[in-house]
């Protein structure tokens, strides 16, 4: 147990989703600060045994699951062993947990939808809020961006990109034109298919997908990189982040992973964030901002890494980034559309029940014949995500038989997923 060590000025940290690679990267770097930091809440969904030991390591105050079953079996795998954790369930104490007075620090780390109303939460809170769920400010983006506006929250971000343009700008940016700037770089390693013969797409296998080339990362996230959907949720999100306009953002393939993005200034000036693909850099410069901490990943050696490529996407290979470009210049529901039908096709496919290019296929269709209308509030996200998982389903049964409603995140890591 780390507790032992706590010092009672450290900061109280909530991680959402401790259990997934983000959580246990933040957990990592967590534990080489124990006077700065300490752990009051850890949550998860499915890897009970990950989060009994992760409370046994880290003694939170708090572990909260989704359903009451994990919750019985968190308990009884942490009976007898005089911990100062209570065991709750549900997306309410998900919230109250991202809230509670007494926590400084929310790191947002579920992945997909489900991630948006304990991130708001904390937002509204007034919290510093490192914020990993990229997909709850693609869902609900200007909903997201009017909570923090009316709230005492810090948002920073940790994509790696996006922590790596937040490091390039000034601090703080209101105006890109203000701050001098001319457009943001937006840089993607173009994931495994990158190279790989269009047709062959076609078979590839979920751990085919899943075998990033420089990041270790959950599964649904490395979906998403092979498609390049990534770089089009990301594009969106660098919209909303940092009040850019799509034109003011161009996606550059860097196949190396090492420049995490640019921004080019009026006066011709490039700036770039580099180090090593370890997603513990950007958790340790969110965390300690605007400090700098210790984070564990090794210093970037560029006589040895030798050369940097940059390219233009293909977006006839990965039409994704096209489809993502597209929702942003819709507005309103798009977004929300968009990464709704994502999530149900990149389940359907880690399911085996479609191919790797019917993620695509089966999103165009949805964003075809799916309604725009303008997000008002919650409830109006809530339902425009529901309406799209319902069309998502009913477009994956016509096109390859298989239905698939809850889209949410069930699997296992991909099999690299713990490397880091
Ligand atoms: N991994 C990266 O390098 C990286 C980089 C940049 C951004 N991100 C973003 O960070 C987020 C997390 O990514 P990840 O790669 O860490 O994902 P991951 O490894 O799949 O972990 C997801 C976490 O969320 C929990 N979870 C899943 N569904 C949930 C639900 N319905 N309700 C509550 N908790 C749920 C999981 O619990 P169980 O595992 O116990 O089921 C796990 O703790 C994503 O939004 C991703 O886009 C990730």
Known sequence: MVSSTRSSTAQPVCVLGSTGSIGVSTLDVLARHPDKYSVFALTARERVEELAQQCRKYAPRYAVVLEEEKAVQLRQALSGENLPTEVMCGVDALCQVASDARVAVVMAAIV?????????????????????NKESLVMAGPLFMSALADSDAQLLPIDSEHNAIFQC??????SLQDAGVERILLTGSGGPFRTADPAALESVTPDEACAH????????????????????????????????????????????SIVHSMVQYRDGSLLAQMGNPDMRTPIAHALSFPQRIDSGVAALD??????LDFEAPDEARFPCLRLAREAIDAGGSAPTTLNAANEVAVEAFLNGQLPFTGIARVIEKVMKTSEVVELTDLDAVELADRIARERAS?????LYGSCSADSTHRGQPCPQSRSM
């Not at 092979?226 to 770089?231: D, F, I, L, V």
Request: hydrophobic share 45%.
């Open 112 to 132: 997909g939808a489900a991630g948006l109303k304990p991130t708001l939460a904390a937002v509204r809170a007034g919290k510093k809020v490192l914020l990993a």
């Open 169 to 174: 700008l000034p601090y703080p940016c209101e």
């Open 213 to 256: 080339p420089n990041w270790s990362m959950g599964r649904k996230i490395s979906v998403d990189s092979a498609t390049m959907m990534n770089k089009g949720l990301e594009f969106i999100e660098a919209c909303y982040l940092f009040h850019a306009s799509p034109a003011e953002i161009q996606v550059v393939v860097h196949p190396q």
């Open 302 to 307: 560029l006589i040895l890494q030798g050369r």
């Open 394 to 398: 009913e477009i994956l049964k016509d």
